[in-house]
């Protein structure tokens, strides 16, 4: 019963103090909540995982947005808070050319592509955040696993 007893105070005070929550690490920043994966999955299985906790994948359609997370994850704002690795977001190409955010089921009016990308090779369809090319956008195979940002 001790061990019960400890076990529930510990989950409860890192849920209180903000910190990771399961497999997740909460940040709020420039009036933006997000919910930072723990763990890489394929960008299907991203995307219901972010919807179990009631949030969806990150749609950045807006340059203040984008510079919110430039400012976080890039020039390191917050000092606790990292990208574990290339991350995706809700951004998806839903026919030839034609690319949407998934979660909200809107076309991607402001994108944040990466030099040459998209580059139209075949089966990648799927956006995400490159860590290395700071946190521009490339394209790839929807069924690698990635890291992965969830928001409300």
């Known amino acids: 019963m001790e061990k019960l007893v400890v076990i529930f105070v510990v989950a409860?005070?890192?849920?209180?103090?903000?910190?990771?929550?399961?497999?997740?690490?909460?940040?709020?920043?420039?009036?933006?909540?997000?919910?930072?994966?723990?763990?890489?999955?394929?960008?299907?299985?991203?995307?219901?995982?972010?919807?179990?906790?009631?949030?969806?994948?990150?749609?950045?359609?807006?340059?203040?947005?984008?510079?919110?997370?430039?400012?976080?994850?890039?020039?390191?704002?917050?000092?606790?808070?990292?990208?574990?690795?290339?991350?995706?977001?809700?951004?998806?190409?839903?026919s030839e050319g034609v690319w949407h955010y998934a979660s909200i089921n809107k076309p991607t009016y402001h994108t944040r592509w990466f030099v040459g990308q998209p580059d139209d090779i075949e089966n990648l369809n799927c956006v995400y955040l490159a860590v290395n090319a700071m946190l521009y956008w490339r394209d790839a195979n929807c069924s690698a696993s990635m890291y992965y940002i969830c928001e409300p």
Not at 42 to 64: D, R
Not at 85 to 93: P, R, T, V
């Open 12 to 94: 409860v005070s890192c849920f209180l103090a903000g910190s990771v929550i399961g497999q997740f690490e909460s940040v709020n920043h420039g009036g933006y909540s997000f919910s930072i994966s723990e763990t890489a999955l394929p960008w299907a299985q991203a995307k219901e995982s972010c919807e179990s906790i009631g949030q969806k994948l990150v749609s950045i359609e807006n340059a203040t947005k984008d510079d919110v997370m430039v400012q976080l994850f890039v020039e390191k704002l917050h000092t606790n808070v990292t990208l574990r690795g290339n991350s995706w977001i809700s951004a998806a190409e839903v």
